[in-house]
C-alpha cells in the first residue's frame, strides 16, 4: 500500500494530445511537487504546492498546467505534448508542519514518451 | 541560484568493499538540507540520509555514511559493505532552510546523478 501513488505508470501519446498525469497521497501532506527526470540531469521541479490554493511554478514550468483538487491529489497537465516532454515525471509530497526535518517522499514515477 | 554537481557519472565497486560518491554544490546561504537519494532500477526514489547544514557531526545511517566539508561545499556519500542491492543511480539534492520566499524555497535541487554498479 504505497503512500504517494501516481497514474498512469507508462504511457504513450502523439504530438499535440493533451495528456494528463495524476497523483494522489495518502500522507496527509500538505506539501505537493511535480518532478520531471532527464538523463544527465537529474531531477527539475516543474509545479509545487503548499496547500490547496497555492501553487507554484518551478524551474522548468512552460508547457505544463497543474491542478490541486485536494490535499491528497495533484495532477500535471501537458496541453499539447511534444516530443521534448518525453521524460520520466515524479510526484512527492513532504510535510510542512516539520520545517527541521522536512523529507520528500516520492511516488514509482509516470514514464512518458511523446511521438 | 543554487547548483548541485556530481562529477562522477559511473562508479563501481566490489561486494563487501567500501565506496565514495562526490557532490559538491553552490550556495550563498548558511542554512540548508543536503540529501542523497537512491533510484534502484525500479525507477522509485529513495532517501539514503539527510544532513542539516548546521550540524557538525557527520550523519549515518547503517551502512550509509556522509562526509560534509560545509566551508569546501562538498557532501560526499560512502558506502560500506557494499551489497548488490546498493546498485542503482544516486542523486545528491540541496534544499534551502530558509523561509525567506521566492521560488527557492522548499524545493530540491538534484545533481546530475551517479550510477552505482557493485560487482558480485
Known amino acids: 500500500d504505497a503512500d504517494v501513488t501516481q497514474t498512469p505508470r507508462n504511457r504513450i501519446t502523439k504530438t499535440g494530445k493533451r495528456i494528463m498525469l495524476e497523483c494522489s497521497q495518502t500522507k496527509g501532506h500538505d506539501r505537493m511537487y511535480w518532478y520531471r527526470q532527464d538523463p544527465g540531469l537529474g531531477l527539475r521541479l516543474i509545479y509545487y504546492s503548499f496547500d490547496v490554493k497555492d501553487i507554484n511554478k518551478g524551474e522548468i514550468s512552460d508547457g505544463y498546467s497543474v491542478s490541486r483538487q485536494a490535499q491528497a491529489k495533484f495532477s500535471l497537465s501537458l496541453e499539447s505534448a511534444i516530443p521534448n516532454q518525453t521524460a520520466l515525471y515524479f510526484c512527492a509530497t513532504s510535510d510542512g508542519d516539520r520545517e527541521v526535518k522536512e523529507t520528500q517522499y516520492f511516488g514509482p514515477g509516470t514514464r512518458l514518451l511523446v511521438l | 541560484a543554487q547548483t548541485v554537481t556530481q562529477s562522477q557519472p559511473e562508479m563501481s565497486v566490489q561486494e563487501a568493499e567500501t565506496v565514495t560518491l562526490s557532490c559538491t554544490y553552490d550556495t550563498s546561504e548558511s542554512d540548508y538540507y543536503l540529501f542523497w537519494y537512491k533510484q534502484p532500477p525500479s525507477r522509485q526514489m529513495i532517501l539514503v540520509i539527510r544532513?542539516?547544514?548546521?550540524?557538525?557531526q557527520n550523519a549515518t545511517e547503517n551502512r550509509f555514511s556522509v562526509n560534509f566539508q560545509k566551508a569546501a561545499k562538498s557532501f560526499s556519500l560512502k558506502i560500506s559493505d557494499s551489497q548488490l542491492g546498493d546498485a542503482a543511480m544516486y542523486f545528491c539534492?540541496?534544499?534551502?532552510?530558509?523561509?525567506?520566499?521566492?521560488?527557492?524555497?522548499?524545493?530540491?535541487?538534484f545533481g546530475q546523478g551517479t550510477i552505482l554498479t557493485v560487482h558480485p
Open positions: 544532513q542539516e547544514a548546521y550540524k557538525q
Open positions: 539534492a540541496y534544499r534551502s532552510a530558509s523561509n525567506a520566499g521566492g521560488t527557492s524555497y522548499g524545493k530540491l535541487t
